[in-house]
């Protein structure tokens, strides 16, 4: 994969990362990096030198999609609601067959295609796509008791011992959220009561007077994001490596259930608007499915 494509798709995943409601994981998932991605993120420092080429350009990407978009998608996100969440759903959509292969793909190899088709093999397999279908509509469910609106900026405060724990801690648990298909990181600083500020400190960086202010609040919630990170890709690469099918399988659950929380409905305000949420959603949709 070409250094300007992880970079774009680094960006694309990095945006949604800052809408609440919508999962940086999911996307991950939607260009069929996801196995590559839990492989790459790793403590193991020859194992990220060997995998520079990869992880360099999707995490500058991510991170200049979250600094340089943040403002743009909360626009985007608050005068055009239904167009930005018809594009994720398409996406969405457009994964969906890929990951089912996943989850039914034989393993081991070897397997022949009556093992594969056996009752025993498919039950076990829809358990653990009913346990991830169950967890995202739970949560989906605490998204609607929420909501999902960005709130306004606020006053960056002065960073104390306890806001630095509680903006760790927050970080860390955002991050492994961020790692799982269909579950959102931003909703769960949302949730967790930082978002708006660490949304206040990204913007306030960028300015002369503030920007050591914002470095001192972003620094705590940088290092519980790398935290989570690292812990949270560790785990599920292990998942993978050990129970494929069913780690797919759970995945696949999530993703087929995050259509709850992203799917806005069609309150349409006009047909011209209607026609513009049918155009998102088909290229949402051809760029998950084509785009591998």
Known sequence: MSIIKLFLIGIIIGI????????????????????????SITLNVKKLWANKAFLTPLLLGMVFGILV??????????????QTFYVFTGLILGCIPLIAGYAWKTEPAGENESEKKSPARIAVLAVFFILGLAA???????KSRMGTSVPDTQE????????????FLAGLLAAVAMVIP???????????GVYTLILSSIGAFFVP????????????????????????????????????????????????????VTFPGVGFESASQCVACILCLIAGTSLAFFGK
């Not at 978009?69 to 985007?76: A, D, R």
């Not at 050591?212 to 599920?236: C, E, N, Q, T, W």
Request: glycine share 10%.
């Open 69 to 82: 978009f943040s403002k743009l998608i909360s626009y985007l996100y608050d005068n055009f609601p239904l």
């Open 209 to 260: 007077d503030t920007m050591i202010k914002s470095a001192l609040v972003l620094m705590p919630f940088a290092l519980g994001v790398l935290s989570g990170i690292l812990g949270g890709s560790r785990l599920i690469s292990i998942l993978l490596k050990k129970f494929k099918n069913q780690t797919y399988s759970v995945i696949l659950g999530l993703i087929v259930g995050s259509l709850a």
């Open 182 to 192: 269909g579950i959102s990181g931003s909703l769960l600083l949302l949730i967790l």
């Open 156 to 167: 960056i405060p002065g960073i104390s011992p306890l806001l630095a724990l509680k903006l």
């Open 16 to 39: 949604a990362n800052v809408i609440p409601g919508v999962s940086g994981g999911t996307l991950i998932v939607v260009f069929n990096i996801y196995d590559k991605f839990m492989e």
């Open 136 to 142: 995202i509509l739970y949560f989906a469910y605490i």
